[in-house]
Nanobody, 126 residues
């Protein structure tokens, strides 16, 4: 079965950087789009970034454009989220997700993701 395991979260000061990783297994990784979502306390889960199956297309929510970069390595079956210039409002549990269908572009729609990781906590102190 599909497994998604996130790592790289932690506590960082405002203005700092973190790189999240998500190791995927169970399906042909290179055939599926990958995304990152986050959920802050008391808020709904929201889209952060996505990368298409081929790695050509990417999409970002407006609040992270210019600060976050999503990338994928189809050899190691890993997707990354490089987060720079972190702000306290970036504090959340970050989830990795994989689309249910093959060959998707960088979709921002949560219901298109059929598989989710357990999440990794990111805390940004002011």
């Amino acid at each position: 079965q599909v497994q998604l395991v996130e790592s790289g979260g932690g506590l960082v000061q405002a203005g700092g950087s973190l790189r999240l990783s998500c190791a995927a297994s169970g399906r042909t990784f290179s055939s599926y789009a990958m995304g990152w979502f986050r959920q802050a306390p008391g808020k709904e889960r929201e889209f952060v970034a996505a990368i298409g199956w081929s790695g050509v297309s990417t999409s970002y929510t407006d609040s992270v454009k210019g600060r976050f970069t999503i990338s994928r390595d189809n050899v190691t079956n890993t997707v990354y989220l490089q987060m720079n210039s972190l702000k306290p409002e970036d504090t959340a549990v970050y989830y990795c997700a994989q689309t249910g269908s093959m060959r998707n572009t960088a979709t921002m729609t949560a219901h298109e993701y059929g598989y989710w990781g357990q999440g990794t906590q990111v805390t940004v102190s002011s």
